[in-house]
């Protein structure tokens, strides 16, 4: 990981929480930058305690469609059958988020997989 420490996260009693690779986790903000990348990297390290977070950008309608979608996504990575059940609720949604809630629905092998980025 070359010394940087992931910057993203999620708020929890303490404000903090740490990663699985040692790096520290702040509160995923509307506004930080790479937040696309934090929310997947929630996934990824697969902590059920990000869920409730996921869940907020998840419901949050004004959220942009693309940052729904990666919590949705980060949702099914950590609790698939939890992750099925939203995709159900967001698949008449707009664009991306339609994307992803159609494809948990195929289980598509792509959703559990690390980006490539």
């Given at each position: 990981?070359?010394?940087?420490?992931?910057?993203?996260?999620?708020?929890?009693?303490?404000?903090?929480r740490r990663t699985?690779?040692?790096?520290?986790?702040?509160?995923?903000?509307?506004?930080?930058?790479?937040?696309?990348?934090?929310?997947?990297?929630?996934?990824?390290?697969?902590?059920?305690?990000?869920?409730?977070?996921?869940?907020?950008?998840?419901?949050?309608?004004d959220e942009r469609d693309y940052f729904r979608g990666d919590a949705l996504r980060s949702i099914y990575q950590i609790d698939p059958e939890l992750g099925s059940k939203y995709a159900v609720q967001f698949e008449k949604e707009s664009d991306y988020l339609r994307m992803v809630a159609t494809a948990i629905g195929k289980r598509?092998?792509?959703?559990v997989e690390p980006s490539k980025e």
């Open positions: 990981m070359s010394g940087r420490r992931l910057t993203s996260g999620w708020s929890g009693s303490a404000g903090e699985a690779v040692g790096g520290r986790v702040r509160p995923v903000h509307p506004d930080m930058k790479q937040r696309r990348y934090a929310i997947g990297a929630l996934g990824y390290i697969g902590d059920r305690a990000a869920l409730p977070t996921l869940e907020v950008i998840l419901r949050t309608e598509e092998s792509w959703l």
